[in-house]
């Protein structure tokens, strides 16, 4: 999955054949709407259920705005430090000053900024699919399953992944590009 990592990362990545989900969370997979319209459809239910979902997961992600930028920032901050390195200094006043360097160039207020001002805009255009992308959050499927009535929906949905090629064809546009040649 893409937990947290930044596009630029996960570019860098795919150079040690190295390849990510485009969802923040694996398990982000089965929220994808029209896969959630087929589960619907399986359980007998309409698309104002899944309109429910949608609604109850951006509503959760915009609660969980402070928990997400936080989690973002931390780990952009530990890739950072290791993906970059102090220079070397060849006397005291030196390696001072590219430590200095080093520790300017970890930014948090402005990648803070940048995070919130990004979530925040999906928040607003209600960007489902998006927010997906960048949702980290193991529990959604609580939201689905209360929707659902079902205690069963990572069950159900693998049972529906392997009788209906639909469903397959909609989750694949997820899994890297490399990987569906």
């Not at 239910?45 to 949608?54: A, F």
């Not at 607003?124 to 997906?132: A, E, F, P, S, T």
Request: neutral net charge.
């Amino acid at each position: 999955d893409s937990d947290h990592h930044s596009d630029e990362r996960l570019r860098s990545l795919e150079k040690n054949n190295v390849y990510s989900f485009s969802m923040a969370e694996i398990e982000n997979l089965f929220l994808d709407e029209g896969f959630l319209t087929i589960v619907a459809k399986q359980l007998l239910q309409d698309q104002s259920v899944v309109n429910l979902i949608k609604k109850d997961i951006i509503n959760k992600f915009s609660q969980d705005l402070e928990l997400q930028i936080s989690n973002y920032l931390s780990t952009k901050i530990n890739y950072y430090f290791h993906d970059s390195h102090v220079s070397k200094g060849n006397n005291r006043t030196a390696v001072e000053s590219n430590l200095q360097n080093f520790i300017d160039g970890v930014k948090v207020t402005e990648w803070y900024g940048l995070r919130k001002t990004e979530l925040e805009a999906l928040i607003q255009n209600q960007d489902y699919q998006r927010i997906l992308k960048v949702y980290n959050n193991k529990g959604l499927k609580d939201i689905v399953q209360k929707h659902f009535k079902t205690s069963e929906f990572t069950d159900l949905s693998l049972r529906i992944i392997g009788s209906d090629q639909t469903t397959r064809e909609i989750l694949k546009k997820h899994f890297p590009r490399q990987l569906c040649k």
